[in-house]
Structure formats: C-alpha cells, structure tokens
C-alpha cells in the first residue's frame, strides 16, 4: 500500500527556517518525482515544487514563484524521505503542507505550519 | 496556465446529478497524446483525494458514478447520483506545465 507521511510542522517565526520531511513507502522511492503542495488556512490548493527522480531528471527540482529562492526540495533514496527546506518563512507560508509522488494520486494526513510573530 | 472552474458553488439533490467545468488557458494535450487534467475531492478537515486523472480516467476506488470529459482546455466532471458522502471541494489541476489549480466548487446538499 502506498503512504506518504508528512512530518515536522511547527510554530516559527517570520524569518526563521524549518525543515518537513516527507516518509514515502509502498513503491519503488527512487523512480519517482515527489512533490510538494500547500494550503493556508481556507483557501485553495497550491503547487509548491517538486524533486525530479535521479534516473528520470537527474534529481533537478522545480519551485512556483511564490517560494523560489527561499525553499529547496531534496531526497534521500535511501531513507525514502523527501524533504522540503523553508528558509527566510514569511506570515503567508502559513498552512498544511503535503507531498505526493509522482503521479499525484497519494496525498499524506498534512503538516501544519504557521508563521507568526 | 490559468484553472477557471464554474461554478463555485454547488447545491444538488441527493440521488440527482450534478456538473463541473473546468477550462485551462492553454491547451493541456501534451505531445505524447495524454492529457494532464485531474479531478480532486477535498471531505472537509481532510487531504485532497484524487478522482480522476488523464481527464476520463478513474483513480483505485473510485465510484463509477464520477465521470470526466472533455479535451483541450475545456473539461467536466459529472456524478451521476450525488451521494451524502460526495460533499466537499472540488479542484481540477493541470500538469501538463509546472502544477496549477483551479479555485475550487464547494458541493453541498440542498
């Protein structure tokens, strides 16, 4: 059975940086691209970015506007862990963040991160 | 690409059909002839949950009273027969470029 788990939301503050991760298991890690998606708090579904496999992309990431600059995706095939570093936070950061692989079709529980002073 | 969706609101009948439209601003064919359209349902305090992917295709476990159509940038997905358990946010997303969504229809029973 394929799971995604999230993990490693919390309070911070403007500025500060923090580290999710993303557990995967019930596939084969390493052939997939893992994604990040978020949504603050009443609002819609928004793409964050996403890792590329190593043998299909050579492990490059890709990130929306919003983000770019201040988060970097990265992966350990071994571990099957996707982590999503968020550096330089920003009160509109706040929200539940989720991966999913590659297909889109798994969606873990969600990480909640709230930005606040 | 821009996801519009109408309409944003929804109120059916349980037992009685209902329909969402989904229209992209550029054309989500890709060059190897699939077309990267998806349909999630998001139940309230829960993850999103995909419906239906590669426009028409069903995901594992989902009911056949969910259908999706459409081709280019214009697509619908139907229920036949809204169920109690069919409440909750609908959003298509398009991947055929980096990953956007539209704004979402709320589903309700009237």
């Known amino acids: 059975e394929v799971q995604v788990v999230e993990s490693g939301g919390t309070l911070v503050k403007p500025g500060q940086s923090l580290r999710l991760s993303c557990t995967a298991s019930g596939f084969t890690f390493a052939d997939y691209a893992m994604s990040w998606f978020r949504q603050a708090p009443g609002k819609g579904l928004e793409w964050v970015g996403f890792i590329r496999s190593e043998a299909h992309g050579g492990g490059t990431a890709e990130y929306a506007a919003p983000v770019k600059g201040r988060f970097t995706i990265s992966r350990d095939d071994s571990k099957s862990i996707a982590y999503l570093q968020m550096n330089s936070l920003k009160i509109e950061d706040t929200g539940v963040y989720y991966c999913t692989e590659g297909t889109y079709g798994y969606w873990g529980q969600g990480t909640l991160v709230t930005v606040s002073s | 690409i821009v996801m519009t969706q109408t309409p944003l609101s929804l109120s059916v009948t349980l037992g009685q059909p209902a329909s969402i439209s989904c229209k992209s601003s550029q054309s989500l064919l890709h060059s190897d002839g699939n077309t990267f359209l998806y349909w999630y349902l998001q139940k309230a305090g829960q993850s999103p949950q995909l419906l239906m992917y590669d426009v028409s295709r069903r995901f594992s476990g989902v009911p056949d009273r969910f259908t999706g159509s459409g081709s280019g940038t214009d697509f619908t997905l139907k229920i036949s027969r809204v169920e109690a358990e069919d409440v909750g946010v609908y959003y298509c997303?398009?991947?055929?470029?980096?990953?956007?969504f539209g704004q979402g229809t709320k589903v309700e029973i009237k």
């Open positions: 997303m398009q991947g055929i470029q980096l990953p956007t």
